[in-house]
């Protein structure tokens, strides 16, 4: 491990030493640091651009590193890191909400807001997670809905402005570039001061990861233990956050690079895992300014460890086989049964239909509030139907895609959101804004259906090596989505004007859609709704699991695949219109199953219903919130479903 | 220097009575591109709705009739909103080619493409200001109004040739350590070429969504004017001031730092007009 | 008669070769799998069940290669049970023994009268009548162990497999499983392959034994030839003492 770091150290220099030599000669290297008054302007970014921008990638790298071994270490989640957690994207939200609405509150620097961001959404997961004795998956996923959540309001407010937040694509992208040696100072009074910390509470991790159990049998103090360890990991992050902006993927890369590399207790990986931070991104880093000098394109650092982050992650996850706790996370509670299934779906039909029909005739216009009249029905009616019907389609799809998953893999919180096919959808969908001049909508659908797909078969391929093991497709997912959603940032930051479109679509919007596009995806949505119910005896034998599955004799390659790609298809025409994230693939069959809805077919037909019903609320209230401004209609959906999930993790107690 | 500075406005009030005398009933025309909105009403022609109407009105070189309709985002125009309007054309251009197909059931649209990275856009513009005329058989006008527009612009390149040769960065402060420059693709860019003066950025731009840049890219304008458009946001406030980098820059030490009002970077004729009346007003001031 | 045939099979693991070489054949009757743990046997049976499948060499039932079975009539010839029965969320007892009927009727057909009588049966056998309208999760771990058994009988199999179906129970519900799979499998005529854990179960219900030791058999024949302490040696790697007892004698360690 050590001759590799010094390799890692080496090669980092040489690539700094390039970009420096091209800034200024070698000779003058020594003669900063006098009255910057005297200096000439070259000798200046030398002492106060290029010296502290190395020492900041370095301190940058080392902060990641701490932080994400210290969550790895308490939540026993070698996932975890601050993206994955939702701290950065709290941070976010903080800032565009200070930029937007109370810009004074930036005047004392990004720091105090930041961290403030970022520690209400780790409250919030932490709060959460508590109530399930931090089992590491719920950990996660909670922290991945805080987090879409607050960028979802990101997003929303920073189309709200238009092309006004220059300073939010710059910190998105997470660009080292300095003028000063301030930040350095305040990151290393962070790294010496973290780090102390952080060695007070390296024997109760140690202890801790024995697991919660045992580690209150050898008398630690869990609760507190865990507390100041995450708080500690949020602090570090939050201030790198302030800094530089969103650097993703080191924290979750160092630590699976030093255990890689052969560090094996947590001791271990706390001490080595600042080190590799550091090198990781001092080296991207030092080669990305060589590659300026050399006259290549400039690119913000933190995309590009997010690009190269990402699939040295999904190539870890095999490995991850033996490090991922063998804990069980089902829920505690027997899942109501109704006596009369079909009596309550029939009961959800009334309501949609009710709801549909209100929404349909009812709305805001520049007089206010009032039922459409008949005048201008005519002309409005169409229009109105039209994104009502796409929406509705496109919730009835996210829904059943969700219910098929979560009987797929047996967990309840999976969905298209959950295991990455949204991102993977988005990825198909820039992917086909960058490939054709003047894609088609049918070109973009095919295009996001497609990279939905793909995810699923590239997830379901490891989840098949790992027989679906809930907790390790979760976590797979996660990864693919965190990729994707670096992937999105470095498009944003590179100024290209097709990123203008991107943004929009990420919002989601419903008046989008064509008359013909509503009619496909409502077909789609209905023989879905068809074709999985006439197999719903599959829906009963998977969720037992492969042993049982194929013990009866279920062709479960085959099956799982079908489903898999049916999921994809449906996720990804959806999404071509909702946005990639809403919640409906989740929020729907979790509403299922409280109303205990819990045989196959019933299932199926209510959650499907259900998310006909929450997505009509919801393009309803994109439509009317702020008119005539149209608000994205995932985030409308967000906005419902997510408290509402919060309150179903709430109740679900650890017993 | 009000009456120039006005200059667009004035033409605006003066073309209007004209179309009325003709006893022409002007189209009700909706924009979801503010370019091609200033354009329009360059010509005369009032807007029944425009996109993005509260952020237009902040920054904008023309002031809006009050009727005028708001249609919510441009980038997701509320098209319930669009079709109360009942408008007889839309405006629009190749940045919101996404939304068009949507558009085309309410109303024709016209639409234009105006800015494409690495193409001068201001030519494009003027252009697309005669093109229009001549859309809505107005061909007389539309060339009256260009020939206008241009003779405005050589005035004021009368007025700074003294500074003919000398090289000027257009930008906005992103933050403290990070600048946006305007490239010849842009209308600033393009009003600066027309009033003679030279854009020191030859580095591509993408406009729309303007790749970022650090500041210390400036070191290599150690000549140059720089010209700041629009407000500094706060944090960058104090760097530009006191950071050592940006004191360390030889135009700044040498007082060759332009601040000017904030303006419509995707505006038309009239945006890059008002630019350029600002930024001789500048230059003359110091 | 022959159930199993196994010619020459190897398992490897990622680094390591699990089972090197195995030839085996396995009877009819009720088959005790004993060994250590590490020992394979759970591969082995998963290998039977064509869960997994050997990485060389070639497994037989009935006769044919596991390979050309087609699953659903493989479902219908041989049942299995994992060491770890999944949870069932929303099902009732019912419900999960009619999913044996699986393999006869697929995704579409509808149960008919015969697969509710095969069902009926089933439950009957397992002592389950009074529970058939309760949810699986609510039952008792021997309640429901018994109804995994049910499933497996409904299924209509000649052979069960079934892995360490009694680790998780208490003694009393220990005897209570696997005397309904001894008695069930002698009044249907049918095979059995168990893993256990306990000779001393093992001796009392089964009626061969095959013992393994990583990977290699250490001991195939009667059950009865367990009671001796030098195969006990030479498979658990402890010496054991066997005491004579009713019904059968008992191994204890030294």
């Known amino acids: 491990m050590i001759r590799l770091f010094f390799v890692a150290a080496l090669s980092s220099i040489a690539l700094w030493g390039l970009a420096a030599l091209s800034a200024l000669p070698l000779s003058q290297w020594a003669s900063p640091f006098a009255n910057p008054a005297t200096l000439l302007p070259e000798q200046i970014f030398f002492a106060f651009g290029l010296m502290p921008r190395a020492g900041i990638a370095l301190l940058i790298g080392g902060l990641l590193g701490l932080s994400g071994a210290l969550m790895q270490a308490v939540l026993r989640n070698p996932l975890a890191d601050p993206t994955t957690l939702g701290v950065a994207s709290g941070a976010q939200l903080a800032l565009v909400g200070a930029t937007l609405l109370w810009p004074e509150a930036l005047a004392l620097g990004r720091g105090p807001v930041a961290l403030f961001g970022g520690a209400v959404t780790a409250g919030l997961v932490m709060a959460l997670g508590a109530r399930r004795g931090f089992a590491p998956v719920t950990v996660t996923i909670c922290g991945m809905l805080v987090g879409m959540l607050a960028s979802a309001i990101s997003t929303a407010l920073t189309l709200g402005q238009g092309h006004y937040l220059l300073s939010l694509v710059i910190w998105n992208g997470g660009a080292l570039s300095q003028d000063s040696w301030h930040g350095v100072f305040r990151l290393m009074a962070t790294l010496v001061l973290g780090g102390v910390a952080a060695a007070l509470l390296a024997r109760p991790l140690v202890v801790l990861s024995l697991g919660g159990a045992t580690a209150k049998a050898l008398g630690a103090q869990v609760g507190l233990t865990r507390f100041a360890a995450l708080s500690l990991a949020v602090i570090l992050s939050g201030m790198v956050s302030a800094e530089v902006g969103l650097v993703g993927f080191v924290g979750l890369a160092a630590p699976a690079l030093v255990r890689r590399l052969g560090a094996r207790s947590v001791t271990q990986v706390l001490l080595w895992s600042p080190l590799a931070g550091a090198l990781l991104l001092s080296v991207s880093d030092s080669a990305l300014m060589a590659l300026a000098a050399l006259g290549g394109p400039e690119m913000p650092t933190g995309a590009l460890t997010g690009l190269i982050g990402g699939p040295v992650l999904i190539a870890l996850l095999p490995k991850l086989r033996n490090i991922v706790p063998p804990e069980t996370e089902r829920s505690d509670l027997i899942a109501p049964r109704a006596t009369h299934p079909w009596k309550r779906v029939a009961a959800i039909v009334c309501v949609t239909l009710i709801l549909t029909a209100l929404s349909l005739l009812g709305g805001r216009g520049p007089d206010g509030w009032g039922i459409i009249s008949g005048d201008i029905a005519a002309t409005f009616l169409p229009l109105r139907a039209t994104a009502i019907l796409a929406a509705a389609s496109a919730g009835a799809l996210l829904a059943l895609s969700g219910a098929v998953l979560q009987r797929l893999t047996a967990n309840p919180m999976a969905a298209p959101e959950v295991l990455g096919v949204t991102g993977g959808a988005a990825l198909g969908y820039a992917a086909t804004l960058f490939l054709f001049s003047v894609p088609s909508p049918f070109t973009l659908a095919f295009g996001s259906s497609t990279g939905a797909a793909v995810t699923l078969i590239i997830l379901s391929a490891y989840a098949m090596r790992s027989d679906m093991a809930p907790a390790r497709l979760l976590l797979a997912g996660l990864a693919v989505g965190a990729f994707a959603s670096a992937l999105l940032a470095a498009v944003m930051a590179s100024g290209d004007p097709r990123a203008w479109s991107l943004l929009g679509w990420l919002a989601g919007s419903a008046s989008r859609a064509s008359v013909s596009g509503a009619l496909a995806l409502s077909v789609m949505a209905v023989v879905g709704l068809g074709a999985s119910l006439l197999v719903s005896r599959w829906f009963d034998i998977l969720p037992l699991g492969a042993g049982v599955a194929r013990g009866v004799g279920l062709p479960l390659g085959r099956v799982r695949l079908g489903l898999v790609l049916g999921a994809g298809l449906a996720t990804g025409a959806a999404s071509v219109l909702v946005g990639p994230v809403s919640f409906i693939g989740l929020m729907a069959p979790h509403i299922a199953r409280s109303l205990g809805l819990v045989r196959p077919a019933s299932f199926l037909a209510a959650s499907w219903c259900l998310g006909v019903l929450l997505m009509t609320v919801a393009a309803f209230g994109a439509r009317t919130a702020s008119y005539p401004y149209d608000l994205p209609l995932g985030l409308f959906a967000t906005l419902i479903g997510a408290p509402w999930l919060f309150v179903a993790l709430l109740g679900r107690r650890h017993s | 220097m009000a009456s120039r500075a006005g200059a667009a406005n004035l033409l605006v009030d003066r073309a209007s009575p004209r179309i009325a005398a003709i006893d022409w009933a002007p189209p009700r025309i909706a924009a979801i591109d503010w370019a091609m909105a200033e354009t329009a009403m360059a010509l005369g022609l009032p807007l029944a709705a425009l996109a993005e109407k509260r952020q237009f009105v902040r920054g904008a070189a023309i002031t809006l009739p009050d009727a005028c309709a708001d249609l919510g985002l441009r980038g997701a125009p509320n098209l319930e909103a669009l079709s109360l309007v009942s408008p007889d054309l839309i405006l629009s251009s190749n940045f919101y080619s996404f939304v068009e197909p949507q558009l085309e059931r309410i109303a024709p649209v016209y639409t234009r493409s105006l800015f494409v990275a690495g193409e001068p856009a201001l030519p494009k513009v003027l252009l697309a200001m005669e093109a229009l005329a001549d859309h809505l058989d107005l061909r007389a006008q539309g060339q009256e109004t260009r020939a206008h527009f241009e003779t405005e612009f050589d005035h004021l390149a009368e007025r700074v040739s003294a500074f003919a040769d000398r090289p000027f960065v257009l930008m906005t402060v992103g933050d403290a350590r990070h600048i946006q420059v305007f490239g010849a693709d842009s209308i600033y860019g393009g009003a600066l070429a027309r009033i003679g003066l030279t854009n020191a950025w030859a580095g591509g731009t993408e406009f729309g969504f303007n790749a970022p840049v650090p500041v210390s890219k400036l070191l290599a304008f150690p000549d140059a004017h720089l010209v700041l458009v629009g407000d500094v946001p706060q944090n960058a406030q104090r760097a530009i001031r006191q950071g050592a980098l940006w004191s360390a820059l030889a135009p700044v030490r040498a007082g060759r730092l332009l601040s000017l009002s904030d303006n419509n970077p995707f505006g038309g004729a009239p945006s890059a007009l008002r630019f350029a009346d600002h930024l001789v007003t500048a230059l003359e001031r110091a | ?254």
């Not at chain 3, 009877?27 to 060994?35: E, K, Q, S, Y």
């Not at chain 3, 009727?105 to 309760?134: F, N, S, T």
């Not at chain 3, 089964?206 to 030839?225: F, K, N, P, S, Y």
């Open chain 3, 1 to 254: 008669m022959t159930l199993f045939t196994l010619e020459n099979i190897c398992f490897d693991v990622p680094g390591r070769r699990l089972i090197d070489g195995l030839s085996l054949s396995v009877g009819t009757g009720i088959t005790a799998l004993v060994g250590r743990n590490g020992s394979a046997k759970s591969t082995l049976l998963k290998m039977l069940a064509a869960q997994t499948h050997p990485s060389v060499g070639t497994i037989q039932y009935a006769g044919k290669n596991l390979q050309d079975w087609k699953a659903r009539d493989f479902a219908r010839d041989l049942a299995f049970l994992p060491q770890v029965t999944p949870p069932t969320e929303g099902l009732l007892l019912r419900e999960l023994i009619a999913l044996g009927r699986y393999p006869w009727r697929g995704a579409l057909g509808r149960l008919g009268p015969e697969d509710h009588r095969l069902i009926d049966a089933a439950i009957a056998q397992c002592g389950l009548e009074d529970k058939r309208d309760q949810l699986v999760d609510t039952l008792s771990g021997g309640e429901r162990q018994r109804g995994w058994i049910a499933m497996m009988l409904a299924q209509g199999a000649r052979t069960l497999l079934l892995d360490e179906p009694i680790s998780a129970l208490d003694v009393a519900h220990q005897v209570e499983v696997l005397g309904l799979l001894r008695d069930t499998v002698r009044r249907r005529g049918i095979s059995a392959v168990v893993v256990l854990h306990d000779v001393n179960m093992a001796v009392r219900f089964c009626d061969h034994v095959i013992a393994l030791d990583t990977g290699r058999v250490t001991l195939q024949g009667e059950v009865r030839e367990l009671l001796d302490p030098a195969a006990l040696l030479r498979i658990y790697g402890v010496p054991m003492q066997v005491i004579d007892a009713e019904p059968t004698p008992v191994v204890h360690p030294l």
